[in-house]
């Protein structure tokens, strides 16, 4: 398997097209497209996905994470 992600921006916006090529499970590729708007009440930092301080519960609509 194999992913493409291509990230750009269109006037104040951003489009994130994602190729997914996995011949064993898929018999041609396929895509997924998100586009986000500019917003700026948010501010986008550097992290690690396994940064624990970093405590997201205040932010409206995160669900709280369950131990695994």
């Known amino acids: 398997m194999s992913t493409v ?4 921006k269109i006037g104040n916006e951003l489009e994130d097209v994602i190729t997914i090529h996995d011949l064993e499970m898929y018999s041609r590729d396929w895509q997924a497209r998100f586009v986000y708007e500019e917003r700026n009440d948010v501010r986008l930092e550097d992290y690690a996905c396994n940064d624990r301080h970093r405590d997201l519960s205040g932010v409206k609509g995160v669900q709280p994470r369950t131990p695994r």
Do not use: D, G, S, V
Request: glycine share 0%; aromatic share 0%; hydrophobic share 25%.
């Open 5 to 8: 992600e291509r990230i750009r």
